[in-house]
């Protein structure tokens, strides 16, 4: 074990944490700029005329924190345009290193407090502001943003005495007796809690667990009450995630609070801390298939974990099914790499151990041929978004597009759960209060039953093949399809019926297509991007991860996580990766339900197809990065597209009477009169 510590704390040692060709191409030319000796002044105006280019920026940035270390400048801005595009363990390697070398740093102490904030580390922030707390408040008469970023964290933790140095009003409760606060025994503390739960008092405890916790209460019980979520709270829900970390943090010897805390320090992309995470429960529970799960999915996201090499593994086989994944897994990857001698050394080890691993995978030629755009899905609202959304990505990268979708789209996602989904950018304008879809379906019951009509409208193929640039479009009966899943896969239905099928089917189809046009030009192409019809992706840089993921075969690029597995809206990788990604339907039609083998069951259902998508990258050997978009939202919302709900949502703010949601409507009627001319 010793050993395996060790590894992590020597290969910190590089330029950057991750490993990734992208900022190996970073890298290369940030030595270029040092060999050469730029000024200061040059690097700062090379900066300044980046633009969008962040691949730039990112070298730039780098170049000047290399050649001026005892400037805060150049930590600064690489920390901003590595964060900008989701290197999180890099960008927080480098605030980090700031923090040591210029810990009274304003802008240093910003970034913190607005990263930590991100991340939902509230007991981080408290160590931050009480150490520094009358500059901070000063700071933020000058500063407005990072006074926003003090009110946000205030008013998340109901900290009055932080809001009044703020000069803000903190919210009353309901009828909370003071005397509450007046209990400093944890154990009565927590009594008071069962009160106020089985009372259903829910905002009086979401108050009380805040000042109980500021009062030092970090008990079994009082975490095993804190970490769930309140009724019209959900697992974003920042106090939640926050009290799930803190629970393990203070008792990591409980594997329930492993699992609570892990999801939701992998559903944020913190990789770097997620592997704090395993690593402390390791050493305080040992080796369950809850963290072999979570180990390999780091190791598949670049976290040094060892769950890659078989010996570290060699105790573990026989007594722990999960391992078998870590020997596939390391299996799949000497293949992909070319390591022929490891490959044949895991195999021998595997057969010894009773394991039967798959056919060694044929490393991969570096080619420089065309790219793909496979779109895959559901399409919803605007058909006219679809086409430029889709035109817009082809365009930057002279791409050829496949498109295979389903021959209705329809106006409405199948569950109200995300505002966005709806109301697109128009969510910024409500007030806070409003934004959840559980608050906005109860005070806008008139605009929620219009939007979430179900209305749908047969897809024109031949105008979206004239519409579209070097398109080849295949349209699929889901009427047809879910007939099929109901007699030979009814085990596929989740709650949302089959849409996660569904997903995976037309992944494999759209794959399909692009194939078979290979053969009949007898071509191939070499990177693949894979999106939905109904997401808007905008990637600054695109041209620099088509080129990573040509020099890393095994590598795939995507757009965010879910609590246990990898989101599927968006992916860049190469032709053979690619071709994993899509091929989850396979193993679907061998097993008919949402389970990969013996040893990767999903836990949670709402995010099974995600977790299933996880586990077969995995054990197929493929790497996964994070990267983050300019932009990535729902580019169809109903009521920017096809409803007006102008005389609803009159109606509903009448009855309402609430001045601040003036605003909202002004916007509605700008972004619906712009979309109708």
Known sequence: MEGYLLGYTLR???????????????????????????????????????????????????????????????????????????????????????????????????????????????????????????????HSKKDNRFFNNLKKFAEITKDKTLLGLLALPSSPVEDLDSSFFKVFDFSE???????????????????????????????YEFFVKSVEELP?????????????????????????????????????????????IFRNAVLHIGFTDALIHAGARLAALGGDVGVDNEAFWAEKIKRIPATIICMTRAHQV???????????????????????????KESCENRRGRVAVCVSGQLRGSWRDFIENTNSISKKIDADVFVDIWNESVLAPPRFAQLNRYLGELVNELPVEYRSAHEFSKKFPKVFKRITERVSRKIDAKYFSESIDNSHINLHSAFEFEEQCVEKFPGLRLKAGFNQAKMYFLLDQVFRSMSNHEVRVRDRYDVVIRCRPDMEIDLPSMDKFIEAVRDQRNLIYVTYLTPMGFGDQFAIGSREAMEVYSGVWRKLVESGIFRYEEYFESSVEVNAAEELLAAHLVSNGIDVRVLRPRKSIFSAPVILSEVDISNELKEDLECIGDPKLELFYDAYQKFYSERIL
Request: proline letters at 2%.
């Open 12 to 138: 910190g040692q590089k330029m950057f944490k991750r490993g990734d060709p992208f900022l190996r191409s970073v890298e290369r030319e940030v030595n270029t700029k040092i060999i050469c000796q730029q000024s200061l002044n040059e690097l700062e105006e090379e900066y300044a005329g980046g633009g969008d280019d962040f691949y730039k920026k990112i070298v730039v940035a780098c170049a000047m924190m290399k050649l001026y270390p005892s400037k805060v400048r150049g930590y600064l801005i690489s920390y901003d345009a590595l964060s900008y595009l989701g290197f999180n363990e890099d960008s927080l390697y480098i605030l980090d290193k700031a923090d040591r070398l210029f810990g009274s740093d304003m802008g240093v102490a910003a970034r913190k407090l607005d990263r930590l904030i991100k991340t939902n580390r509230f007991s981080e922030i408290y160590d931050l502001i009480n150490s520094r707390l009358d500059i901070f408040i000063s």
């Open 189 to 219: 503390q927590n009594k008071l809690l069962d009160v106020l739960i089985g009372k259903r008092r829910w905002k009086d405890c979401e108050y009380a667990i805040w000042e109980f916790y500021r009062m030092g209460n970090r008990t």
């Open 232 to 276: 019209y709270e959900n697992f974003f829900t920042p106090r939640v995630m926050f009290f799930r970390m803190d629970a393990f943090k203070n008792h990591p010897g409980v594997i329930y609070f492993f699992e609570k805390s892990f999801q939701s320090v992998f559903n944020r992309c913190e990789i770097s801390y997620a592997v704090d």
């Open 334 to 360: 000497a293949g992909w790499r070319g390591e022929k001698e490891r490959a044949r050394a895991i195999r021998y080890f595997a057969e010894k151990n009773g394991i039967h691993l798959p056919l060694e």
